[in-house]
Protein backbone atom coordinates (compact mmCIF):
# COMPACT_ATOMS: atom_id res chain seq x y z
CA UNK A 1 0.00 0.00 0.00
CA UNK A 2 2.50 2.41 1.06
CA UNK A 3 4.92 1.64 -2.19
CA UNK A 4 1.53 2.35 -4.16
CA UNK A 5 1.15 6.04 -2.32
CA UNK A 6 4.93 6.35 -3.16
CA UNK A 7 4.68 5.58 -6.89
CA UNK A 8 1.27 8.19 -7.02
CA UNK A 9 2.75 10.90 -5.07
CA UNK A 10 2.13 13.36 -8.34
CA UNK A 11 -1.84 12.94 -7.17
CA UNK A 12 -0.68 15.11 -3.95
CA UNK A 13 -1.10 18.85 -6.11
CA UNK A 14 -4.00 16.85 -8.20
CA UNK A 15 -6.38 16.54 -5.35
CA UNK A 16 -6.79 20.44 -4.28
CA UNK A 17 -7.34 21.13 -7.73
CA UNK A 18 -10.05 18.82 -8.49
CA UNK A 19 -11.15 20.89 -5.62
CA UNK A 20 -10.80 23.66 -7.61
CA UNK A 21 -12.62 22.76 -10.32
CA UNK A 22 -15.54 21.43 -8.31
CA UNK A 23 -16.11 24.52 -6.78
CA UNK A 24 -17.46 26.57 -9.86
CA UNK A 25 -20.75 25.09 -9.60
CA UNK A 26 -20.92 27.00 -6.19
CA UNK A 27 -20.06 30.23 -7.70
CA UNK A 28 -22.98 33.00 -6.85
CA UNK A 29 -25.36 32.76 -9.92
CA UNK A 30 -24.48 29.23 -11.14
CA UNK A 31 -25.98 27.36 -7.81
CA UNK A 32 -28.71 28.93 -5.89
CA UNK A 33 -30.58 26.58 -4.11
CA UNK A 34 -27.55 24.79 -1.99
CA UNK A 35 -25.98 27.90 -1.35
CA UNK A 36 -22.14 28.33 -1.80
CA UNK A 37 -21.16 26.01 1.00
CA UNK A 38 -21.02 22.59 -0.31
CA UNK A 39 -17.97 23.93 -2.35
CA UNK A 40 -16.14 24.52 1.19
CA UNK A 41 -16.68 20.70 2.30
CA UNK A 42 -16.01 19.52 -1.04
CA UNK A 43 -12.02 21.17 -0.67
CA UNK A 44 -11.79 20.25 2.88
CA UNK A 45 -12.41 16.67 1.54
CA UNK A 46 -10.00 16.52 -1.29
CA UNK A 47 -7.19 18.43 1.21
CA UNK A 48 -7.56 16.15 3.82
CA UNK A 49 -6.83 12.97 0.91
CA UNK A 50 -3.88 14.89 0.02
CA UNK A 51 -2.85 15.30 3.62
CA UNK A 52 -3.14 12.01 4.57
CA UNK A 53 -1.56 11.11 1.11
CA UNK A 54 1.66 13.05 2.05
CA UNK A 55 2.06 11.32 5.55
CA UNK A 56 1.53 8.19 4.48
CA UNK A 57 3.67 8.47 1.46
CA UNK A 58 6.57 10.04 4.43
CA UNK A 59 6.25 7.47 6.05
CA UNK A 60 6.99 4.82 3.66
CA UNK A 61 9.87 6.86 2.61
CA UNK A 62 11.69 7.27 5.57
CA UNK A 63 15.04 5.91 5.59
CA UNK A 64 14.95 5.17 2.15
CA UNK A 65 16.87 7.66 -0.44
CA UNK A 66 15.64 10.42 -2.76
CA UNK A 67 13.74 8.50 -5.77
CA UNK A 68 13.04 10.52 -9.31
CA UNK A 69 10.37 10.34 -11.05
CA UNK A 70 9.48 12.05 -14.64
CA UNK A 71 6.01 12.95 -15.72
CA UNK A 72 5.81 12.79 -19.72
CA UNK A 73 4.07 15.84 -20.53
CA UNK A 74 4.99 17.36 -24.33
CA UNK A 75 6.50 15.84 -26.92
CA UNK A 76 6.22 17.43 -30.59
CA UNK A 77 9.41 16.55 -33.00
CA UNK A 78 12.62 16.72 -31.59
CA UNK A 79 11.37 18.68 -28.39
CA UNK A 80 10.54 16.82 -25.24
CA UNK A 81 9.34 18.74 -22.12
CA UNK A 82 8.71 16.28 -19.32
CA UNK A 83 7.81 16.88 -15.63
CA UNK A 84 10.66 15.59 -13.19
CA UNK A 85 9.70 14.88 -9.90
CA UNK A 86 12.06 14.93 -6.37
CA UNK A 87 10.59 12.14 -4.06
CA UNK A 88 12.49 12.94 -0.69
CA UNK A 89 11.68 12.54 2.76
CA UNK A 90 12.40 16.72 2.30
CA UNK A 91 9.90 17.34 -0.30
CA UNK A 92 7.15 15.36 1.59
CA UNK A 93 7.42 16.52 4.67
CA UNK A 94 6.74 20.22 2.60
CA UNK A 95 3.84 18.44 1.26
CA UNK A 96 2.58 17.04 4.47
CA UNK A 97 3.51 20.93 5.96
CA UNK A 98 1.68 22.53 3.04
CA UNK A 99 -1.27 20.56 2.76
CA UNK A 100 -1.84 20.32 6.90
CA UNK A 101 -2.11 24.29 7.05
CA UNK A 102 -3.95 24.67 4.06
CA UNK A 103 -6.61 22.25 6.21
CA UNK A 104 -6.17 24.29 9.25
CA UNK A 105 -6.98 27.36 7.61
CA UNK A 106 -10.02 26.19 5.42
CA UNK A 107 -11.23 24.84 8.63
CA UNK A 108 -10.67 28.48 10.60
CA UNK A 109 -12.54 29.36 7.29
CA UNK A 110 -15.50 27.67 7.82
CA UNK A 111 -16.98 30.09 10.94
CA UNK A 112 -14.56 33.00 9.82
CA UNK A 113 -15.61 33.25 6.49
CA UNK A 114 -19.33 31.94 7.35
CA UNK A 115 -21.49 34.89 6.03
CA UNK A 116 -19.54 35.83 3.34
CA UNK A 117 -20.61 35.95 -0.21
CA UNK A 118 -17.43 34.60 -1.83
CA UNK A 119 -17.12 31.47 0.43
CA UNK A 120 -16.68 29.09 -3.09
CA UNK A 121 -14.38 31.36 -4.31
CA UNK A 122 -12.23 31.57 -1.23
CA UNK A 123 -12.15 27.76 -0.77
CA UNK A 124 -11.62 27.19 -4.78
CA UNK A 125 -8.35 29.80 -4.35
CA UNK A 126 -6.74 28.28 -1.43
CA UNK A 127 -7.02 24.95 -2.69
CA UNK A 128 -5.01 26.41 -5.79
CA UNK A 129 -2.19 27.60 -3.10
CA UNK A 130 -2.15 24.37 -1.89
CA UNK A 131 -1.88 22.53 -5.52
CA UNK A 132 0.34 25.06 -6.42
CA UNK A 133 2.66 24.83 -3.83
CA UNK A 134 2.73 21.47 -3.69
CA UNK A 135 3.66 20.98 -6.96
CA UNK A 136 6.54 23.27 -6.52
CA UNK A 137 8.31 21.21 -3.58
CA UNK A 138 7.88 17.90 -5.84
CA UNK A 139 9.00 19.90 -9.05
CA UNK A 140 13.08 19.18 -10.16
CA UNK A 141 12.74 21.51 -13.14
CA UNK A 142 13.61 25.49 -12.95
CA UNK A 143 11.47 25.71 -16.43
CA UNK A 144 7.97 24.33 -14.53
CA UNK A 145 9.25 25.62 -11.13
CA UNK A 146 8.63 29.30 -13.04
CA UNK A 147 5.81 28.87 -14.29
CA UNK A 148 4.29 27.30 -10.87
CA UNK A 149 5.11 30.42 -8.93
CA UNK A 150 3.71 32.35 -11.65
CA UNK A 151 0.43 30.73 -10.77
CA UNK A 152 1.16 31.40 -7.39
CA UNK A 153 1.35 35.27 -7.99
CA UNK A 154 -2.03 34.79 -9.59
CA UNK A 155 -3.54 33.32 -6.80
CA UNK A 156 -2.20 36.36 -4.11
CA UNK A 157 -3.81 38.50 -7.02
CA UNK A 158 -7.25 36.79 -6.76
CA UNK A 159 -6.80 36.35 -2.92
CA UNK A 160 -5.35 39.70 -1.87
CA UNK A 161 -8.31 41.11 -4.39
CA UNK A 162 -11.26 38.90 -2.67
CA UNK A 163 -13.68 41.90 -1.42
CA UNK A 164 -13.09 43.52 -4.87
CA UNK A 165 -15.60 46.37 -4.13
CA UNK A 166 -13.57 48.21 -1.49
CA UNK A 167 -10.99 50.42 -3.27
CA UNK A 168 -8.24 50.05 -0.84
CA UNK A 169 -8.78 46.13 -1.61
CA UNK A 170 -8.07 46.69 -5.30
CA UNK A 171 -5.15 48.82 -4.53
CA UNK A 172 -3.89 46.52 -2.62
CA UNK A 173 -4.11 43.55 -5.30
CA UNK A 174 -2.24 45.51 -7.73
CA UNK A 175 0.45 46.40 -5.52
CA UNK A 176 1.13 43.19 -4.83
CA UNK A 177 1.19 41.42 -8.37
CA UNK A 178 3.02 44.26 -9.80
CA UNK A 179 5.54 44.59 -7.23
CA UNK A 180 5.97 40.62 -7.69
CA UNK A 181 5.61 40.94 -11.44
CA UNK A 182 9.44 43.24 -10.76
CA UNK A 183 10.79 40.51 -9.61
CA UNK A 184 9.27 37.61 -11.78
CA UNK A 185 10.47 39.80 -15.17
CA UNK A 186 14.44 39.18 -13.71
CA UNK A 187 13.66 35.61 -12.92
CA UNK A 188 12.47 35.13 -16.25
CA UNK A 189 15.26 36.73 -17.81
CA UNK A 190 17.58 34.37 -15.77
CA UNK A 191 15.54 31.18 -16.67
CA UNK A 192 15.92 31.81 -20.45
CA UNK A 193 19.64 32.40 -20.13
CA UNK A 194 20.48 28.96 -17.91
CA UNK A 195 19.59 26.87 -20.81
CA UNK A 196 22.32 27.93 -23.36
CA UNK A 197 24.77 27.82 -20.59
CA UNK A 198 23.70 24.51 -19.13
CA UNK A 199 21.78 22.64 -21.42
CA UNK A 200 19.01 21.82 -18.72
CA UNK A 201 16.37 23.15 -16.42
CA UNK A 202 16.82 20.07 -13.84
CA UNK A 203 17.91 21.22 -10.65
CA UNK A 204 19.99 17.83 -10.17
CA UNK A 205 21.62 18.16 -13.52
CA UNK A 206 22.26 22.08 -12.36
CA UNK A 207 24.10 21.07 -9.41
CA UNK A 208 26.42 18.90 -11.24
CA UNK A 209 26.95 21.22 -13.94
CA UNK A 210 27.94 24.02 -11.65
CA UNK A 211 30.72 21.84 -10.15
CA UNK A 212 32.56 22.26 -13.57
CA UNK A 213 30.78 25.22 -15.12
CA UNK A 214 33.72 28.04 -16.04
CA UNK A 215 31.46 30.91 -16.67
CA UNK A 216 32.77 34.86 -16.87
CA UNK A 217 32.38 36.31 -13.43
CA UNK A 218 30.63 39.28 -14.82
CA UNK A 219 28.07 36.69 -16.41
CA UNK A 220 28.03 34.72 -13.23
CA UNK A 221 27.22 38.11 -11.38
CA UNK A 222 24.53 38.83 -13.96
CA UNK A 223 23.11 35.10 -14.22
CA UNK A 224 22.88 35.03 -10.08
CA UNK A 225 21.19 38.46 -9.63
CA UNK A 226 18.64 37.61 -12.14
CA UNK A 227 17.62 34.10 -10.37
CA UNK A 228 17.20 36.25 -7.30
CA UNK A 229 15.47 38.32 -7.69
CA UNK A 230 11.91 35.99 -8.25
CA UNK A 231 12.97 35.01 -4.57
CA UNK A 232 13.56 38.46 -3.38
CA UNK A 233 9.67 39.34 -4.30
CA UNK A 234 8.02 36.09 -3.50
CA UNK A 235 9.85 36.59 0.38
CA UNK A 236 8.58 39.98 0.71
CA UNK A 237 12.22 41.25 0.79
CA UNK A 238 13.27 44.93 0.59
CA UNK A 239 13.15 46.81 -1.61
CA UNK A 240 10.35 44.21 -3.06
CA UNK A 241 8.24 44.00 0.49
CA UNK A 242 5.45 46.25 0.16
CA UNK A 243 2.92 43.73 -1.43
CA UNK A 244 3.13 41.86 1.98
CA UNK A 245 2.00 44.95 4.01
CA UNK A 246 -0.80 45.68 1.57
CA UNK A 247 -1.88 41.73 0.98
CA UNK A 248 -3.53 42.18 4.65
CA UNK A 249 -6.30 43.66 3.25
CA UNK A 250 -7.22 39.78 1.72
CA UNK A 251 -9.13 37.58 4.23
CA UNK A 252 -7.27 36.16 7.18
CA UNK A 253 -7.77 32.61 6.45
CA UNK A 254 -5.52 33.01 3.40
CA UNK A 255 -3.04 34.93 4.88
CA UNK A 256 -2.79 32.41 7.29
CA UNK A 257 -1.00 30.50 4.34
CA UNK A 258 0.73 33.60 2.76
CA UNK A 259 2.97 34.57 5.95
CA UNK A 260 3.67 31.36 6.88
CA UNK A 261 4.13 29.09 4.13
CA UNK A 262 3.60 30.69 0.51
CA UNK A 263 6.52 33.52 1.60
CA UNK A 264 8.76 30.68 1.91
CA UNK A 265 8.50 29.07 -1.60
CA UNK A 266 11.56 31.74 -2.63
CA UNK A 267 13.36 30.46 -0.47
CA UNK A 268 13.12 27.08 -1.50
CA UNK A 269 13.78 27.51 -4.88
CA UNK A 270 16.85 29.46 -3.35
CA UNK A 271 18.09 26.41 -1.80
CA UNK A 272 17.80 24.08 -4.67
CA UNK A 273 19.41 27.08 -6.97
CA UNK A 274 22.43 27.16 -4.51
CA UNK A 275 25.14 25.66 -6.99
CA UNK A 276 24.44 28.13 -9.40
CA UNK A 277 24.13 30.75 -7.66
CA UNK A 278 27.37 30.11 -5.45
CA UNK A 279 29.33 30.35 -9.00
CA UNK A 280 29.51 34.70 -8.09
CA UNK A 281 30.60 35.76 -4.38
CA UNK A 282 28.70 38.82 -5.50
CA UNK A 283 26.07 37.36 -5.66
CA UNK A 284 25.80 35.33 -2.04
CA UNK A 285 27.28 38.69 -0.66
CA UNK A 286 24.06 40.60 -2.25
CA UNK A 287 21.63 37.37 -0.67
CA UNK A 288 23.23 38.19 2.94
CA UNK A 289 23.14 42.11 2.60
CA UNK A 290 19.51 42.00 1.48
CA UNK A 291 18.49 39.64 4.16
CA UNK A 292 19.99 41.47 6.85
CA UNK A 293 18.74 44.82 5.60
CA UNK A 294 14.78 42.57 5.97
CA UNK A 295 15.61 41.38 9.38
CA UNK A 296 16.68 44.55 11.03
CA UNK A 297 14.22 46.77 8.83
CA UNK A 298 11.00 44.28 9.19
CA UNK A 299 11.79 43.86 12.81
CA UNK A 300 11.95 47.46 13.59
CA UNK A 301 8.97 48.76 11.26
CA UNK A 302 6.74 46.14 13.17
CA UNK A 303 7.57 48.18 16.44
CA UNK A 304 5.40 50.99 15.30
CA UNK A 305 2.65 49.57 13.72
CA UNK A 306 -0.99 49.91 15.33
CA UNK A 307 -2.40 47.53 12.65
CA UNK A 308 -2.36 44.32 14.63
CA UNK A 309 -1.59 42.07 11.48
CA UNK A 310 0.73 44.80 9.92
CA UNK A 311 2.82 44.04 12.93
CA UNK A 312 3.07 40.65 12.10
CA UNK A 313 3.56 40.89 8.46
CA UNK A 314 6.56 42.82 9.07
CA UNK A 315 8.26 40.17 11.29
CA UNK A 316 7.33 37.53 8.28
CA UNK A 317 9.65 39.81 6.76
CA UNK A 318 12.30 39.77 9.04
CA UNK A 319 12.40 35.80 9.88
CA UNK A 320 12.91 35.50 6.02
CA UNK A 321 15.87 38.12 5.61
CA UNK A 322 17.49 35.35 8.56
CA UNK A 323 16.67 32.67 6.15
CA UNK A 324 17.96 34.92 3.38
CA UNK A 325 21.34 35.07 5.47
CA UNK A 326 21.23 31.33 5.73
CA UNK A 327 21.17 30.85 2.43
CA UNK A 328 23.83 33.09 0.88
CA UNK A 329 26.21 31.87 3.74
CA UNK A 330 25.84 28.38 2.10
CA UNK A 331 23.49 26.67 4.82
CA UNK A 332 20.47 25.70 2.96
CA UNK A 333 19.47 22.76 5.78
CA UNK A 334 19.46 25.21 8.44
CA UNK A 335 17.36 27.57 6.15
CA UNK A 336 14.83 25.22 5.37
CA UNK A 337 15.01 24.35 8.84
CA UNK A 338 13.87 27.81 10.26
CA UNK A 339 11.00 28.06 7.40
CA UNK A 340 9.78 25.05 9.26
CA UNK A 341 9.82 26.53 12.64
CA UNK A 342 8.63 30.23 11.16
CA UNK A 343 5.94 28.46 9.10
CA UNK A 344 3.96 26.66 12.07
CA UNK A 345 4.93 29.51 14.75
CA UNK A 346 3.49 32.50 12.19
CA UNK A 347 0.21 30.21 11.56
CA UNK A 348 -0.51 29.93 14.96
CA UNK A 349 -0.21 33.54 15.54
CA UNK A 350 -1.89 35.01 12.96
CA UNK A 351 -4.55 32.07 13.93
CA UNK A 352 -5.10 33.86 17.54
CA UNK A 353 -4.62 37.15 16.26
CA UNK A 354 -7.52 36.48 13.52
CA UNK A 355 -10.17 35.39 16.58
CA UNK A 356 -9.28 38.57 18.39
CA UNK A 357 -10.25 40.49 14.80
CA UNK A 358 -13.18 38.32 14.13
CA UNK A 359 -15.28 39.20 16.82
CA UNK A 360 -14.02 42.59 18.16
CA UNK A 361 -14.42 43.75 14.97
CA UNK A 362 -11.32 46.08 14.76
CA UNK A 363 -7.36 45.55 14.55
CA UNK A 364 -6.91 48.80 16.18
CA UNK A 365 -4.03 47.60 19.19
CA UNK A 366 -4.71 51.06 20.70
CA UNK A 367 -8.56 49.75 21.17
CA UNK A 368 -7.73 45.93 22.63
CA UNK A 369 -6.69 45.18 26.02
CA UNK A 370 -7.93 43.12 29.12
CA UNK A 371 -8.93 39.80 26.97
CA UNK A 372 -6.72 37.39 28.96
CA UNK A 373 -9.47 36.57 31.56
CA UNK A 374 -12.12 36.61 28.72
CA UNK A 375 -9.78 34.35 25.99
CA UNK A 376 -7.64 32.44 28.03
CA UNK A 377 -7.41 30.10 25.05
CA UNK A 378 -6.48 32.35 22.29
CA UNK A 379 -4.03 34.20 24.68
CA UNK A 380 -2.48 30.15 25.10
CA UNK A 381 -2.42 30.09 21.39
CA UNK A 382 -0.46 33.49 21.05
CA UNK A 383 2.19 32.79 23.74
CA UNK A 384 2.60 29.43 22.37
CA UNK A 385 3.37 31.07 18.58
CA UNK A 386 5.69 33.54 20.35
CA UNK A 387 7.52 30.60 22.15
CA UNK A 388 7.71 29.26 19.19
CA UNK A 389 8.90 31.76 16.72
CA UNK A 390 11.91 33.70 19.43
CA UNK A 391 14.64 31.83 20.25
CA UNK A 392 13.61 30.71 23.82
CA UNK A 393 14.70 27.72 24.64
CA UNK A 394 13.45 25.18 23.84
CA UNK A 395 10.58 26.76 21.67
CA UNK A 396 11.61 25.22 17.82
CA UNK A 397 12.78 28.25 16.88
CA UNK A 398 15.41 28.61 18.88
CA UNK A 399 17.22 25.39 17.55
CA UNK A 400 16.84 26.83 14.25
CA UNK A 401 18.38 30.41 14.96
CA UNK A 402 21.13 28.28 17.36
CA UNK A 403 21.88 25.74 14.43
CA UNK A 404 22.32 28.83 12.56
CA UNK A 405 24.15 31.21 15.04
CA UNK A 406 26.46 28.22 15.18
CA UNK A 407 27.73 28.00 11.42
CA UNK A 408 28.18 31.50 11.70
CA UNK A 409 30.27 31.89 14.90
CA UNK A 410 33.58 31.38 13.58
CA UNK A 411 33.18 32.97 10.28
CA UNK A 412 30.84 35.83 10.15
CA UNK A 413 30.61 36.40 13.89
CA UNK A 414 29.09 40.17 12.78
CA UNK A 415 25.70 38.12 11.42
CA UNK A 416 24.97 36.51 15.39
CA UNK A 417 24.84 39.77 16.43
CA UNK A 418 21.99 40.56 13.95
CA UNK A 419 20.43 37.23 14.57
CA UNK A 420 20.47 38.37 18.17
CA UNK A 421 19.70 41.85 17.45
CA UNK A 422 16.73 40.90 15.15
CA UNK A 423 15.63 38.23 18.18
CA UNK A 424 15.25 41.39 20.39
CA UNK A 425 13.22 43.04 18.38
CA UNK A 426 10.89 40.46 17.22
CA UNK A 427 10.72 39.45 20.91
CA UNK A 428 9.68 42.62 22.12
CA UNK A 429 7.38 43.80 19.20
CA UNK A 430 5.07 40.30 20.01
CA UNK A 431 5.09 41.20 23.49
CA UNK A 432 4.28 44.36 23.05
CA UNK A 433 1.03 43.24 21.05
CA UNK A 434 0.56 40.42 23.78
CA UNK A 435 0.34 43.13 25.79
CA UNK A 436 -1.55 45.84 24.26
CA UNK A 437 -4.15 42.97 23.31
CA UNK A 438 -4.33 41.05 26.66
CA UNK A 439 -3.01 43.23 29.20
CA UNK A 440 -4.52 46.00 31.17
CA UNK A 441 -7.82 47.57 31.23
CA UNK A 442 -10.47 46.30 29.54
CA UNK A 443 -11.30 49.09 26.91
CA UNK A 444 -15.00 49.56 25.00
CA UNK A 445 -14.33 47.44 21.66
CA UNK A 446 -13.71 44.43 24.38
CA UNK A 447 -16.02 44.07 27.17
CA UNK A 448 -17.84 41.31 25.41
CA UNK A 449 -15.43 39.09 23.68
CA UNK A 450 -16.33 35.14 24.23
CA UNK A 451 -14.10 33.05 22.91
CA UNK A 452 -14.66 31.89 19.04
CA UNK A 453 -16.89 29.02 17.69
CA UNK A 454 -15.15 25.89 17.53
CA UNK A 455 -14.15 25.79 13.94
CA UNK A 456 -11.95 28.52 14.61
CA UNK A 457 -10.59 26.68 18.21
CA UNK A 458 -10.03 23.52 17.27
CA UNK A 459 -7.38 23.98 14.30
CA UNK A 460 -6.03 26.96 16.78
CA UNK A 461 -5.50 24.43 19.71
CA UNK A 462 -4.23 21.42 17.24
CA UNK A 463 -1.48 23.73 15.91
CA UNK A 464 -0.76 25.22 19.66
CA UNK A 465 0.00 21.39 20.67
CA UNK A 466 1.49 20.79 17.00
CA UNK A 467 4.43 23.88 18.01
CA UNK A 468 4.52 22.82 21.64
CA UNK A 469 5.84 19.43 20.26
CA UNK A 470 8.08 20.62 17.79
CA UNK A 471 11.40 20.30 19.34
CA UNK A 472 10.55 16.63 20.72
CA UNK A 473 9.57 15.75 16.59
CA UNK A 474 12.96 17.53 15.57
CA UNK A 475 15.24 15.35 18.06
CA UNK A 476 13.47 12.42 17.47
CA UNK A 477 14.02 13.32 13.60
CA UNK A 478 17.80 13.93 14.37
CA UNK A 479 17.62 17.30 13.29
CA UNK A 480 18.68 19.13 16.72
CA UNK A 481 22.42 19.43 17.79
CA UNK A 482 23.69 17.21 20.97
CA UNK A 483 24.02 19.08 24.16
CA UNK A 484 27.93 18.94 23.71
CA UNK A 485 28.08 20.33 20.18
CA UNK A 486 25.99 23.13 21.46
CA UNK A 487 27.86 26.66 21.51
CA UNK A 488 27.24 28.20 24.93
CA UNK A 489 28.54 31.47 23.72
CA UNK A 490 25.66 31.67 21.08
CA UNK A 491 22.99 29.77 22.82
CA UNK A 492 23.38 32.25 25.69
CA UNK A 493 23.50 35.42 23.50
CA UNK A 494 20.27 34.47 21.71
CA UNK A 495 18.36 33.71 25.05
CA UNK A 496 19.43 36.71 26.92
CA UNK A 497 18.25 38.74 24.00
CA UNK A 498 14.81 37.24 24.01
CA UNK A 499 14.44 38.09 28.18
CA UNK A 500 15.19 41.51 27.54
CA UNK A 501 12.35 41.56 24.55
CA UNK A 502 10.08 39.87 27.26
CA UNK A 503 10.38 43.30 28.47
CA UNK A 504 7.71 44.49 26.24
CA UNK A 505 4.95 43.29 27.96
CA UNK A 506 5.35 45.89 30.33
CA UNK A 507 6.35 48.43 28.20
CA UNK A 508 4.19 47.98 24.93
CA UNK A 509 4.31 51.43 23.35
CA UNK A 510 1.49 52.67 20.90
CA UNK A 511 4.05 56.00 20.17
CA UNK A 512 7.78 55.74 20.17
CA UNK A 513 8.76 58.94 22.39
CA UNK A 514 11.17 59.94 19.68
CA UNK A 515 8.41 61.28 16.75
CA UNK A 516 11.10 61.54 13.95
CA UNK A 517 11.93 57.90 14.63
CA UNK A 518 8.00 56.64 15.35
CA UNK A 519 7.08 58.23 11.86
CA UNK A 520 10.49 56.86 9.48
CA UNK A 521 9.09 53.60 11.14
CA UNK A 522 5.64 53.84 10.82
CA UNK A 523 5.83 54.57 7.41
CA UNK A 524 8.00 51.85 6.43
CA UNK A 525 11.39 54.02 6.21
CA UNK A 526 9.11 55.84 3.51
CA UNK A 527 9.46 53.59 1.27
CA UNK A 528 6.01 53.68 -0.03
CA UNK A 529 6.26 57.37 -1.42
CA UNK A 530 9.98 56.55 -2.45
CA UNK A 531 8.86 53.98 -4.67
CA UNK A 532 6.37 56.59 -6.06
CA UNK A 533 8.79 58.90 -6.59
CA UNK A 534 11.25 56.51 -8.49
CA UNK A 535 8.68 54.13 -10.10
CA UNK A 536 5.69 55.41 -10.16
CA UNK A 537 6.23 58.88 -10.85
CA UNK A 538 8.41 58.59 -13.83
CA UNK A 539 5.87 56.16 -15.46
CA UNK A 540 3.48 57.85 -15.08
CA UNK A 541 5.32 61.23 -16.39
CA UNK A 542 6.07 58.86 -19.22
CA UNK A 543 2.37 57.47 -19.90
CA UNK A 544 1.48 61.64 -20.08
CA UNK A 545 4.10 62.14 -22.70
CA UNK A 546 2.68 59.23 -24.47
CA UNK A 547 -0.48 59.78 -24.59
CA UNK A 548 0.34 63.30 -25.29
CA UNK A 549 2.24 62.30 -28.47
CA UNK A 550 -0.32 59.99 -29.59
CA UNK A 551 -3.61 62.85 -29.17
CA UNK A 552 -2.01 65.53 -30.82
CA UNK A 553 1.00 64.28 -33.24
CA UNK A 554 -0.31 60.46 -34.17
CA UNK A 555 -4.27 61.09 -33.65
CA UNK A 556 -3.33 64.86 -35.27
CA UNK A 557 -1.85 64.00 -38.44
CA UNK A 558 -4.07 61.21 -38.86
CA UNK A 559 -6.92 63.63 -38.33
CA UNK A 560 -5.45 66.41 -40.13
CA UNK A 561 -5.38 63.97 -43.49
CA UNK A 562 -8.75 63.27 -43.22
CA UNK A 563 -9.82 66.77 -42.70
CA UNK A 564 -8.45 67.56 -45.56
CA UNK A 565 -9.25 65.06 -47.51
CA UNK A 566 -13.36 65.14 -46.37
CA UNK A 567 -12.45 69.06 -47.48
CA UNK A 568 -11.33 68.73 -50.52
CA UNK A 569 -13.88 66.44 -51.75
CA UNK A 570 -16.40 68.89 -50.60
CA UNK A 571 -14.90 71.50 -53.28
CA UNK A 572 -14.33 68.92 -55.76
CA UNK A 573 -17.88 67.98 -55.98
CA UNK A 574 -19.29 71.39 -56.72
CA UNK A 575 -17.01 70.59 -60.46
CA UNK A 576 -19.06 67.24 -61.03
CA UNK A 577 -21.31 69.07 -63.60
CA UNK A 578 -20.78 66.56 -67.04
CA UNK A 579 -18.63 69.25 -68.43
CA UNK A 580 -16.25 67.46 -69.62
CA UNK A 581 -13.67 69.92 -70.68
CA UNK A 582 -13.57 71.01 -66.94
CA UNK A 583 -12.56 67.56 -65.61
CA UNK A 584 -9.43 67.83 -68.03
CA UNK A 585 -8.58 70.73 -66.52
CA UNK A 586 -9.13 69.51 -62.93
CA UNK A 587 -6.85 66.39 -63.81
CA UNK A 588 -4.39 68.83 -65.41
CA UNK A 589 -4.24 71.33 -62.51
CA UNK A 590 -3.71 67.76 -60.37
CA UNK A 591 -0.27 66.46 -62.30
CA UNK A 592 0.95 70.14 -62.15
CA UNK A 593 0.74 70.47 -58.46
CA UNK A 594 2.25 66.91 -58.01
CA UNK A 595 4.89 67.75 -60.37
CA UNK A 596 5.91 70.88 -58.59
CA UNK A 597 5.60 69.30 -55.02
CA UNK A 598 8.36 66.57 -56.71
CA UNK A 599 10.32 69.39 -58.45
CA UNK A 600 10.30 70.77 -54.90
CA UNK A 601 12.12 68.29 -53.05
Known amino acids: ?319 MGLAFIAVGTGHGETALLLVLTHAVAMALLVMSLGSIIWNNVTQDLSQFGGLWARRPITGLAFLGGMVGLIALPPGGSFWAILALGDRLWATYPGLVGVLALVNLLATFGLARVFGLIFTGKSQPMTERSPESPWPIILPMVVLLGFVLHLPLLLYSWQLLPSWASINPAVATVLTVSSLIGLSGFWLKPIVIPWQPLHELLANDFYTTKIYRFVIVLPVVLAANLTAFLDRYFVDGLVNMISYVSVRSGQILRYSTNGQTQFYMLTVVVGVAFLMGMMMVL
Open 1 to 319: MLEFLLRTVWLIPCYPLLGVVLALPWFPGIIRRTGPRPAGYISLLLTGLAFAHSLLALQGLWGQPTRAMLLPWLHVGSLALDFPLEISVVTLSACALVTGLNLAAQVYAITYMEMDWGWARLYALMALFESGMCALVLSDSLFFTYFILEILTLGTYLLVGFWFNQPLVVTGARDAFLTKRIGDLFLMMGVLAIWPLAGTFDFSELAIWAKTAQLDPTLATLLGLALIAGPIGKCAQFPLHLWLDEAMEGPLPSTILRSSVVVATGIWVLVKLYPVLALSPVVLTVMVTIGVISAIGGSLIALAQIDAKRALSFLVTAY
